[in-house]
């Protein structure tokens, strides 16, 4: 890669980072209205219907893309041809699962002896085709850090989202507001795909190369499968053993913990993939641009997941309202995982942008096994075990999987360790800090409590990194960051 090549791409890529992170800010507004809103206008259980239906259904969703997208963001040089065949392979995956998920809807509805489920499966089941149509026009508007559109594309889907969800809900439409939401918000965002790229399809035809990029994309999409099982298999054994109850508290919990971490770590790896893609026959680049994006990622998600948890009584009050107090262990607990779960996603970044998709779907196996079988000790205890279960085998596989994803690559598993000492120590200790100091005040506004929290865990927090080795360069990376992101 040449220097002006190089200099292009770090330009584009620090674009592209500043628009997505704008856009998971607004995202951010949205999905906290929707937490506020939707909680007091919907019981526990309607979240925990959809919740049910969702933990199903996303197991069909694994096919909906066939991987396809990370291939075109993997691979250095595409064609029209190639484009346009994956268009239609795409379409037609779609259109199959959803036909295939309304036939299945009777026997989903029976595994949880709730009748009413079957209408609502159906309905859920169009969003398949509809992602499946806008699939290759988001990934290539990503492949080229052609952002902007995308992002609109997403922000305007959320709004639909919210909107039209907010609005059944105050008719009375109960857990039927959500499914509808979710239907109105992709084809908004599909629309717009369409919209923003400079992809036109044309009739399909025979493409040399496309057999590569769809044994690439299967890679994918079997990890997917495999990773499906410890993504959705907590919610289906608390619904099944516990109720919907149980698993609207669970499913609030898990999203309030996922929501910080998804609205970091998907901006960050929508620009991080296709640069290490592209940086991967550069090892010495390849590993410095690693490092900053770790770094990055750490002092962003590190310090919020501690102050969350330290303050997770009033967080949860704050956002659901009366009511949900049984989401606070819960959401502790997820906490304790979701602290190191953002960085700890890069691992896979690695794999893919170099091509090993091979060895991916061999961790996928590893992990779903694990993960999966301290959920079904877990779920012994509750909500509350699964949760418990969730953090311990996380921790306890760590290492392991750096050694196996950094194995024969440039990077080795101290290179995990080094971008996090920093903000592990400051966020740590900023946490203790602060629910030392917490304990010593107990105003009647549980807003006013988590404001003045806010305010003396950051102190505690910028003092620490400041004392520390490298903390002052640290700072005055991000500040010229900054600089550059607002030229």
Not at 50 to 69: E, P, Q, Y
Not at 359 to 379: E, K, Q
Request: aromatic share 12%; charged share 15%.
């Amino acid at each position: 890669m040449t220097a002006e090549s190089s200099s292009d791409l770090k330009k584009k890529a620090v674009k592209g980072g500043a628009l997505t992170i704008s856009s998971k800010l607004v995202t951010i507004v949205i999905q906290i209205l929707s937490l506020v809103i939707l909680s007091r206008l919907l019981l526990p259980s309607d979240f925990g219907l959809i919740a049910m239906v969702m933990a199903i259904t996303a197991f069909m969703g694994i096919f909906r893309d066939m991987g396809l997208s990370t291939a075109v963001i993997q691979k250095k040089d595409l064609t029209y041809d190639q484009i346009n065949m994956l268009f239609w392979l795409n379409t037609a995956v779609g259109l199959l699962l959803t036909i295939l998920t309304v036939l299945l809807a009777p026997l989903i509805a029976g595994f949880y002896a709730r009748e009413e489920l079957k209408p609502v499966i159906m309905l859920l089941a169009m969003t398949f085709f509809i992602a499946s149509v806008g699939a290759q026009h988001s990934a290539l508007l990503q492949r080229d850090l052609n952002l902007k559109p995308k992002v609109i594309a997403d922000i305007v889907g959320a709004v639909f989202t919210l909107i039209v969800s907010i609005v059944l809900a105050m008719l009375g439409y109960g857990f039927w507001s959500l499914a509808w939401g979710t239907v109105i918000g992709a084809l908004a965002t599909t629309l717009l795909y369409f919209k923003g790229s400079a992809f036109t399809p044309s009739k399909p035809k025979a493409a040399q190369g496309v057999r590569q990029l769809i044994h690439f994309g299967a890679n994918v999409t079997l990890f997917e499968m495999l990773n499906y099982f410890h993504r959705n298999l907590d919610s289906v054994l608390i619904g099944k053993f516990w109720g919907a109850v149980a698993v609207g508290l669970y499913s609030r919990a898990y999203q309030m913990m996922m929501l910080p971490i998804a609205s970091l770590r998907q901006p960050i790896n929508a620009i991080a993939f296709p640069v290490l893609s592209r940086l991967q026959d550069d090892p010495i680049e390849f590993k410095k641009y690693y490092e900053k994006i770790a770094t990055l990622l750490a002092f962003l998600s590190m310090p919020l997941m501690a102050f969350l948890v330290v303050n997770a009584q009033e967080v949860v009050e704050v956002t659901l309202g009366k009511g949900w107090e049984g989401v606070v262990p819960i959401f502790t607990l997820l906490g304790i995982t979701g602290f190191i779960q953002a960085v700890a996603s890069l691992r896979g970044l690695v794999l893919l942008s170099l091509g090993h998709s091979k060895r991916y779907i061999l961790w996928g196996a590893f992990n779903a096994i694990f993960v999966s079988l301290g959920f079904v000790v877990g779920v012994q205890w509750g909500a509350e075990g699964v949760a418990t279960a969730y953090a311990i085998v996380n921790y306890a596989i760590l290492y392991p999987s750096l050694w196996y994803f950094f194995k024969n690559t440039p990077l080795k598993p101290r290179d995990f360790f080094t971008p996090l000492k920093l903000p592990i120590v400051a966020s740590l200790s900023a946490a203790l800090g602060s629910y030392v100091i917490n304990l010593f005040i107990n105003l009647s506004f549980p807003i006013l409590n988590l404001i003045i929290s806010a305010l003396i865990y950051f102190i505690i927090f910028i003092v620490v990194v400041i004392i520390m080795p490298d903390g002052l360069k640290t700072l005055r990376d991000f500040r010229k960051l900054l600089r550059v992101i607002r030229a």
